[in-house]
């Protein structure tokens, strides 16, 4: 008996998820389309609009197009939007990571750590929403980008 309780809740909190995400979608997705317009496909320009999309507690800071414009430190950056908005990672506790505004030839090209990843604690479903989709849109324009530049 507390078995199917257990399953019962558990079902009813899935079926409450679906809900939410269902009334969020046209809200999310219109966000998205005004932060995608045209440039879909252009890392850098997404990476540089970052920061209007994303939500304050996520702690990203916006990167200048100045920062953008040598590919390995694009590289860096998408990287890090990347670590930003991992969908396993949203919703985990992590330390702090601000966009560096170091000299590109002093920053060095490497993985990132857990401690330079941030995502809220407790990420709403729109959060969630949202970071699932700039995920999948940064990793297609990381694609053409790499090839575009011979990465």
Not at 60 to 70: R, T
Not at 81 to 88: E, G, L, R
Request: net charge positive; proline share 5%.
């Amino acid at each position: 008996a507390e078995a199917v309780t257990k399953l019962r809740a558990a079902n009813a909190a899935a079926d409450r998820a679906d809900d939410e995400k269902f009334a969020l979608t046209d809200a999310v997705d219109a966000q998205l389309a005004a932060w995608k317009g045209t440039k879909s496909d252009n890392l850098r320009a997404l990476l540089g609009s970052l920061d209007g999309v994303l939500w304050p507690e996520a702690g990203w800071k916006k990167v200048g197009m100045a920062d953008l414009v040598l590919p390995e430190r694009v590289k860096v950056v998408y990287m890090k939007a990347i670590a930003k908005v991992h969908p396993d990672k949203v919703g985990r506790p992590q330390a702090t990571l601000a966009v560096s505004s170091v000299p590109h030839e002093a920053m060095p090209v490497r993985p990132l750590s857990r401690a330079e990843i941030v995502i809220p604690q407790s990420a709403t479903t729109r959060q969630h929403m949202i970071s699932a989709a700039v995920f999948s849109t940064l990793n297609e324009a990381w694609d053409k980008f790499k090839k575009d530049n011979g990465l």
